[in-house]
């Protein structure tokens, strides 16, 4: 049975996860504190969860900086229809960085590109010219950026942006600032001047992690909930859950409740377009509201 108008324009997507075959030598970044995420994911996993809450799909976001997994990600988007778009890995600094680009353009469920900058020794690496000049190749081939720093990195990812006005971004789990550590500044000025940039977009993901795992209360979060709600506005947020990241401190329903309850107060439009309607335009989800036909 076809869906109906209503259903489409209430239809929710989470905008940040990810999927792998678990093998120590690709996944170091998975330590001894992270036993419950040794272990495969994959959509099968993942689909009840998202059916659980009413979700129609998700967007699957690289976790190895490797063409091989980007080709993983974009092979199971092929085989389940749950995944709706990837954002891929490419070694944007690689001399054939085009011919990368080129060999994936076939690939109709890609629509972004990330590299893991928060793990760059350099925090200004995404302010460096070949790394700008890389990013803007990106522009050709239709795709978007996902932006993943810690908050110490935002001058530089302020930098990037500025230098690509007609590049579409976005800013993965609200650029981690400390949350553990009960602290907003300078958190707080450098992640207000980014949302300055209308081309800018940022991920309501991956804030548990950021506090302390095993003892967060949602009000812990709020603050720094309220101030990229202010900051950006209900038309360029977007809900991920980080799944299965998200579970070193929360299950899925906690994750999403918790966005669930930040924006609770919005309106009905503002809170779908947070929970799927932003993703949809960013990543020109077909078949949902504000994506592709």
């Known amino acids: 049975m076809a869906a109906s108008a209503a259903d489409a324009r209430t239809a929710h997507i989470d905008s940040h996860q990810h999927f792998w075959h678990y093998r120590p030598e690709t996944h170091g970044w998975i330590d001894e504190r992270m036993q419950v995420l040794k272990q495969d994911f994959l959509p099968a996993d993942l689909e009840p969860l998202l059916r659980a809450e009413g979700l129609s799909g998700s967007v699957a976001v690289q976790a190895a900086q490797s063409l091989d ?130 081309h800018v977009c940022c991920k309501l993901s991956g804030l548990v992690t950021e506090a302390r795992w095993d003892a967060w209360q949602p009000a812990d979060l709020r603050p720094y909930l309220d101030v990229v709600l202010e900051a950006f506005g209900p038309n360029r947020l977007m809900y991920g859950s980080d799944w299965p990241v998200c579970l070193l401190a929360g299950t899925y329903a906690e994750v999403i409740g918790l966005v669930r309850g930040a924006i609770a107060a919005l309106s009905r439009d503002e809170q779908d377009a947070i929970m799927g309607g932003n993703a949809a335009r960013f990543y020109g989800i077909e078949g949902e509201p504000g994506g592709t036909t």
């Not at 070694?91 to 060999?103: I, V």
């Not at 793990?119 to 990013?135: K, N, Q, T």
């Not at 990812?157 to 971004?169: G, S």
């Open 69 to 198: 997994d980007t080709r993983f990600l974009l092979d199971l988007a092929e085989r389940h229809s749950m995944v709706r778009a990837v954002v891929g890995y490419v070694d944007l600094l690689a001399p054939d960085l085009e011919g990368q680009l080129e060999s994936l353009s076939s690939r109709k469920r890609l629509r972004g590109i990330r590299h893991i900058a928060q793990d760059e020794p350099d925090d200004g690496w995404l302010a460096r010219g070949d790394v700008i000049r890389a990013i803007a190749t990106l522009g050709r081939f239709g795709l978007t950026y996902d932006i993943l720093v810690f908050a110490r990195q935002l001058p530089a990812a302020v930098t990037l942006a500025r230098a690509l006005p007609e590049q579409p971004f976005v800013v993965d789990h609200i650029a981690k600032p400390e949350i553990a550590a009960g602290r907003l500044d300078p958190w707080r000025a450098e992640i207000r001047r980014l949302a300055e940039l209308p």
